[in-house]
């Protein structure tokens, strides 16, 4: 398919199956992940592939994240909403958590290593797309804590960069209208 036509039909479709996805298919995701643009060589880009039992792992370091927030976690109201946080990663077979690794090099700008695994967590959704699965892009505060990274094992000074939930899709989605750049654009020519 052409590129721009790819890009103009990708969309975030949050309604997946149960059915899991074949490991081999995500390492030809990220493998197009890493294909990204980036400065200095770097190789920033840190993947974790969560699957199976692995999701509640992730439910539960997403609600330990939230209840260090909680005067009284123990209460019934906020015990039913940590329950609820818990079965969120439940919601696909397979999410990638994608982070940036801070360079040991002194010229290298973390924003544009943050930069580069954006890039390729875009590719990873445009892979997806191409491969007719479905898969969604989120964060949320549990993305840019210290207790996260170092829960699933980045090392300490790495940036989340995002949750990709993948899976196949419940249902097609029709392509959404998308609008022209014009309005966000300026052009300087003389
Ligand atoms: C860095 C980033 C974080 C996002 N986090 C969330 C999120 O936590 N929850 C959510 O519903 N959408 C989130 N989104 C938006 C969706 O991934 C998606 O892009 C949006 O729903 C628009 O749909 P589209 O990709 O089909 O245009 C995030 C997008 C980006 C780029």
Known sequence: MPVIEAIKLRNSNALMTEADVDPDVIRQILDAA???PVHHRT???????IRGAGRKKLGEVMA??????FDDPDSPKNVK??????????????????GAAKSDKEQVLMVEDVAAVSAACQNILLAASAL?????WRTG?????????????????TELVGFIYLGHPKKQMPP???QTAA???RWMEY
Do not use: M, Q
């Open 64 to 69: 330990d994240h939230l209840a260090r927030d």
């Open 176 to 178: 959404k209208t998308r």
């Open 132 to 136: 007719g699965l479905s898969a969604f």
């Open 43 to 49: 190789n920033p880009w840190r993947f974790l592939v």
């Open 183 to 185: 309005e966000f654009t």
């Open 81 to 98: 909403f940590l329950e609820k946080i818990r079965k969120k990663p439940l919601r696909a077979p397979v999410i990638i958590v994608a």
């Open 34 to 36: 890493v294909c990204a």
């Open 141 to 157: 505060s549990v993305t840019y804590s210290e207790h996260t990274v170092t829960s699933l094992g980045f090392d300490k000074d």
